[in-house]
């Protein structure tokens, strides 16, 4: 059975760090495009960044320069390193990977900046 298992996330003040991390679980090869959105309460799930295979990157305006996302294709992992947090980074962040058509979530991971 294919599962994406993340970790990290929690409480952080304004101008700190965080990382999160997402695994799949089992035996999987030729994975695809992995990344991270993120969901505010009363907000739609937007796009934070992705990386492909080749470990090409793409970002949201509002992240550039603060996140940074990178994988270990051996680990099957992708990383999101949250630099300089805002209060209104704060959300539910959910990590995805794509996998011969399929596109596989993390359970969400609560990230949470205060002022």
């Known amino acids: 059975h294919v599962q994406l298992v993340e970790s990290g996330g929690g409480l952080v003040q304004a101008g700190g760090s965080l990382r999160l991390s997402c695994a799949f679980s089992g035996s999987i090869f030729s994975i695809n495009d992995m990344g991270w959105y993120r969901q505010a309460p009363g907000n739609e799930r937007d796009l934070v960044a992705a990386i492909t295979s080749g470990g090409t990157t793409t970002y949201v305006d509002s992240v550039k320069g603060r996140f940074t996302i990178s994988r270990d294709n051996a680990k099957n992992t992708v990383y999101l390193q949250m630099n300089s947090l805002k209060p209104e980074d704060t959300a539910v962040y959910y990590c995805?990977?794509?996998?011969?058509?399929?596109?596989?979530w993390g359970q969400g991971a609560q990230v949470t900046v205060s002022s």
């Open positions: 995805y990977g794509d996998h011969h058509g399929t596109r596989y």
